[in-house]
C-alpha cells in the first residue's frame, strides 16, 4: 500500500471508532505479491475483523527488518495502533544478511511498539529448503526465540505444509498463491483472537 493510501486510510479512521487498530508492517507476503491484493491474507482478515476492529496494511514488497524500522516511527505516531503485527525478515534471509541484524532490527521494533503502548505480535518466518539447512534452520529459530525472550504472541507461518499443498505456492517458490491466502489469515486470526481473549 503507498503512502498516500494510508493517508487516505487516516482520515477514514479518524470518523471511526474502533475496539482496537491492528497495524501489519510487512513484506511482499502482505503486500500480496504476485495476487490480486484484494484476494490477500490482509484483506481476508480485515473482512472478519471490521467494523469492530481497523486493519491498517502498511506492507511494502521487498522490505526487509532494515526498512521496516525506518518506517515504523512514523506509523504508530500516525495511526497509534493497539497492535501491530511485525511480518518481516523474509528478505534479509533471502539476501542473506546478518542473523544477528536482523534479530536486533525486530528487537528494536518490539521495543519501540511498546514505547507507542502497541502490543507487538511477531510472525513466524521460514526460508524455502533450497537456502541450505544450517542457514534456514538458524533463521527460522530467531522468531520463536525472539517471541519467547520478550514473551510476545507469535504467529507461526508452515512454508514445507503449503510447499506440500499443491498450487499453494507461486512459481518462483517463494510467494504464496491466491489459494493459500485463507490459511495465512486463519494463523493470523487464530493468534489474534486468543490476544483479545486475554485482555481484561
Given amino acids: 500500500m503507498r503512502f498516500s ?4 486510510l487516516l482520515f477514514f479512521l479518524a470518523g471511526n471508532s474502533y475496539a482496537s487498530t491492528l497495524l501489519v508492517l510487512g513484506d511482499s507476503l502482505s503486500a500480496g505479491y504476485g495476487i490480486n491484493p484484494d484476494n490477500g491474507w490482509v484483506n481476508l482478515l480485515r473482512a ?3 467494523p469492530k ?6 506492507s511494502i514488497s521487498g522490505d526487509t527488518t532494515g526498512n ?8 504508530l505516531k500516525k495511526f497509534k495502533p493497539t497492535y501491530v ?3 518481516l525478515g523474509g ?6 544478511h546478518p542473523l544477528s541484524k536482523m534479530k536486533a532490527n525486530l528487537q528494536t521494533m518490539i521495543d519501540l511498539c511498546r514505547k507507542h503502548n502497541a502490543q507487538p505480535i511477531l510472525f ?3 526460508l524455502p529448503p533450497n537456502y541450505g539447512k544450517r542457514y534456514s534452520d538458524t533463521f527460522a529459530q530467531v522468531f520463536p526465540t525472539l517471541a519467547e525472550e520478550q514473551l510476545i504472541p507469535l504467529v507461526p507461518f508452515q512454508f514445507e505444509k503449503l510447499v506440500l499443498m499443491e498450487g499453494m505456492i507461486q512459481q518462483d517458490g517463494i510467494h504464496p498463491t491466491e489459494p493459500a491466502q ?3 489469515k486463519q494463523a493470523v486470526l487464530t493468534a489474534f483472537e486468543k490476544l483479545l481473549n486475554n485482555q481484561p
Fill in 5 to 8: 493510501k494510508l493517508l487516505v
Fill in 48 to 50: 472478519d475483523l471490521e
Fill in 53 to 58: 476492529h481497523a486493519i491498517i496494511n502498511a
Fill in 68 to 75: 521496516g524500522l525506518a518506517r515504523l516511527p512514523v506509523l
Fill in 85 to 87: 503485527l511485525l511480518e
Fill in 91 to 96: 528478505n534479509d534471509g533471502l539476501r542473506g
Fill in 124 to 126: 513466524a518466518m521460514r
Fill in 182 to 184: 485463507p490459511i495465512i
